[in-house]
């Protein structure tokens, strides 16, 4: 059995990042190949289906990223996330390559995953609705948090622009925003179970 | 709404294209209270999920090779590096270019609109324009004939050719080395102007040369190794040469029919005939070196005129030289025959006859029989007809007499085979007493 099987994602890559060792790197690589390869390939698969080339080269070239940044991958906080984006980038590559091929030109136009408010039928009122139930959740919070939340979600600030201003350290409106989302997801799920929704 | 497991559906609708204009809105929404990263975790575990389920029918197994994926690096690393240095070198040779290319046009640039010491001197308005500008070229047996109206390129000789600007100038530009000669004879080109004809030539290590009527000079193909520059000159003309950065500084000699003239970088007008030799210096240096002892004279100032005359015989068959010393004149009246009008007042009629004859090829035998005296006032077009000319020389009071198209101002010369008797003379005196008036003293009672 591998030693690396019982890794977690993010040992894995911290691993990838500090061992010197080619046989070592070589395993780590293996490993992180055998976890994400799949799910990987069935987001590709979902969205080229039509291209089974195309997939094997588009998931090739995130694992080559892998291996290319294998050095800075210690600072990557989640791991998954992380392959996702990489896929997402090298997936709009490819198809840039490929653009002037009519059966790739919805993958920019129907993702609505990746951007909801392209959805045709996208309810804007409803939205806004919804919108406003959480300013009202947030309007109840400490004064720090709800300012830090309100910059980063509603004004688009980044969090160093925030603690710039309002003269913080960067963890400190890290943990605010976060504090507020976590705070956030709690009062739907118990509004739900009130019958709050 | 906001649940995990909620997203997680909604995500996998998303993945599968169902997703609802509902979805889409709680989607959007939870934006706003998941993080970017948390999402995606989502979106991850959906896919396992899925790959669990083998619903996407993925049951074969690619087993991505990590030796490929290390080579593939390792393959686009190098193409990269590869790409990386070709641009850079590609920038490089860009910037060198770009940068040789802005040192030439600046050269260029200064070299056209930083007025020469001429320049400063003579408006170009008052110039002689160069679109007049004709002469000849001879190389070997070759003759070019440049006219008013000849432009671009007109002959190459050897590793040179001749073109002409637009603005009327001649220039020999300098061909690359594999059209030098590589043995053989090196003729020298030959620049002549005719009556009434100007020409500014400018050579290819950028000095010019600006020939007056009745004038040639003489420009030898480089020799190879050659520092200096040789030209001969026989006439009048304006010269020009530039310094040369060169760590090596050039010098241009030119050689008169009495003499010769050096300099690194100078502006200054010649006037070298058969028997003497006149130097102006405009600006920068020149030192002149002629055949007679203590001959050597250096021009530094503007105005410095030196004049060399090999004039005349004594009784015993001596050839009398003269040199004069530097003296201050006015460099504007070395350069007067450039303008287009040219004004004599009270100047010796010798001096005008000569300069006409320069430039209107009069044909004249000696000026020795015109009195030093006389003088004449005049102003000349450099478009007049020769006429004109005849008529200023007869106002100022001296008589021309032409003889097989040669003018001669000692009266009319005596032809014994057209010698006649008088009107009313008898023709059984002797002729020559006759004309020596002897038959009349015979006459007269002792």
Same mark, same amino acid.
């Given at each position: 059995m591998d030693p690396y099987d019982t890794y977690t994602d993010k040992q894995l890559f911290e691993s990838l990042a500090k061992t010197r060792k080619q046989r070592e790197m070589d395993r780590l690589l293996k490993e992180i190949i055998r976890r994400y390869e799949k799910p990987l390939a069935?987001?590709?698969?979902?969205?080229?289906?039509?291209?089974?080339?195309?997939?094997?080269?588009i998931v090739n070239d995130v694992f080559i990223d892998v291996w290319r940044k294998r050095r800075k991958l210690a600072s990557v906080e989640s791991p998954r996330?992380?392959?996702?984006?990489?896929?997402?980038?090298?997936?709009?590559?490819?198809?840039? $390559?490929? $653009?002037?091929?009519?059966?790739?030109?919805?993958?920019?136009?129907?993702d609505y995953l990746e951007i909801p408010e392209n959805h045709p039928d996208f309810d804007e009122e409803r939205y806004e609705g919804m919108v406003q139930k959480i300013q009202r959740?947030?309007?109840?919070?400490?004064?720090?948090?709800?300012?830090?939340?309100?910059?980063?979600?509603?004004?688009?600030?980044?969090?160093?622009?925030?603690?710039?201003?309002?003269?913080?350290n960067e963890q400190t409106v890290k943990n605010h925003v976060g504090l507020v989302k976590q705070q956030l997801r709690e009062m739907f799920r118990k509004g739900r179970k009130e019958g709050y929704k | 709404m906001y649940n995990p497991k909620n997203i997680k559906k909604i995500i996998r609708r998303g993945l599968e294209r169902k997703l609802s204009a509902q979805d889409a809105v709680i989607l959007k929404s939870a934006q706003l209270i998941y993080e970017e990263n948390e999402l995606l975790e989502l979106e991850m575990d959906v896919l396992e999920e899925m790959v669990a389920e083998r619903t996407m029918g993925v049951s074969e197994h690619r087993n991505i090779d990590t030796g490929a994926i290390v080579r593939a690096e390792r393959k686009q690393y190098i193409r990269q590096l590869l790409i990386g240095g070709?641009?850079? #070198?590609?920038?490089?040779?860009?910037? =060198?270019?770009? =940068?040789?290319?802005?040192?030439?046009?600046?050269?260029?640039?200064?070299?056209?609109?930083?007025?020469?010491?001429?320049?400063?001197?003579?408006?170009?308005?008052?110039?002689?324009?160069?679109?007049?500008?004709? #002469?000849?070229?001879?190389?070997?047996?070759?003759?070019?004939?440049?006219?008013?109206?000849?432009?671009?390129?007109?002959?190459?000789?050897? +590793?040179?050719?001749?073109?002409?600007? +637009?603005?009327g100038e001649l220039e020999l530009v300098q061909l690359p080395s594999q059209f030098a000669f590589s043995a053989g004879h090196k003729p020298d080109i030959r620049v002549v102007t005719d009556a009434q004809q100007q020409c500014a030539v400018w050579l290819p290590d950028g000095s010019l040369?600006?020939?007056?009527?009745?004038?040639?000079?003489?420009?030898?193909?480089?020799?190879?190794?050659?520092?200096?520059m040789e030209i001969s000159l026989a006439g009048r003309a304006l010269i020009r040469v530039r310094e040369h950065a060169d760590p090596h500084p050039r010098t241009a000699v030119l050689r008169t029919p009495n003499g010769s003239?050096?300099?690194?970088?100078?502006?200054?007008?010649?006037?070298?005939?058969?028997? +003497?030799?006149?130097?102006?210096?405009?600006?920068?240096r020149v030192d002149g070196h002629f055949p007679i002892d203590d001959g050597y004279r250096i021009l530094t100032n503007r105005g410095d005129q030196v004049t060399y005359d090999r004039c005349c015989t004594d009784a015993d068959g001596n050839i009398n030289m003269k040199l004069s010393d530097v003296t201050r004149t006015d460099p504007w009246q070395a350069v007067a025959w450039t303008t287009r009008e040219r004004n004599y007042r009270n100047v010796s009629l010798r001096e005008f006859v000569l300069e006409m004859n320069r430039t209107y090829n009069l044909g004249v035998k000696s000026v020795n029989c015109i009195p030093e005296q006389m003088t004449i006032t005049a102003s000349i077009h450099f478009k007049d007809p020769v006429d004109k000319i005849y008529g200023y020389i007869r106002k100022a009071g001296l008589a021309m007499y032409e003889s097989n198209g040669m003018v001669s101002f000692c009266g009319p010369e005596l032809d014994p085979g057209r010698l006649r008797y008088p009107d009313g003379v008898s023709d059984s005196l002797d002729l020559m007493d006759v004309l020596h008036g002897r038959d009349l003293l015979a006459a007269v009672p002792r």
């Open positions: 069935t987001k590709l698969r979902l969205t080229i289906p039509y291209d089974e080339d195309l997939i094997g080269l996330a992380w392959l996702l984006k990489v896929l997402s980038f090298k997936m709009s590559d490819a198809i840039q $390559k490929v $653009k002037g091929r009519e059966e790739y030109v919805d993958f920019t136009t129907n959740a947030v309007a109840n919070m400490p004064v720090q948090r709800r300012v830090a939340f309100t910059m980063r979600v509603f004004d688009g600030l980044s969090i160093a622009g925030i603690a710039r201003l309002r003269n913080l | 070709m641009r850079v #070198c590609a920038g490089i040779v860009v910037v =060198g270019l770009i =940068g040789a290319g802005v040192v030439a046009v600046n050269q260029w640039w200064n070299e056209r609109t930083v007025p020469s010491a001429y320049e400063k001197l003579v408006l170009a308005g008052d110039r002689v324009p160069a679109s007049e500008f004709a #002469c000849t070229v001879y190389w070997g047996n070759s003759a070019t004939v440049v006219g008013k109206e000849s432009t671009g390129r007109l002959g190459r000789f050897g +590793d040179k050719e001749l073109w002409r600007r +637009d603005n040369i600006w020939l007056d009527a009745g004038s040639s000079f003489s420009y030898p193909m480089k020799k190879q190794g050659a520092q200096n003239l050096t300099t690194q970088a100078g502006e200054f007008a010649v006037l070298a005939n058969r028997t +003497d030799t006149r130097v102006t210096l405009l600006d920068g």
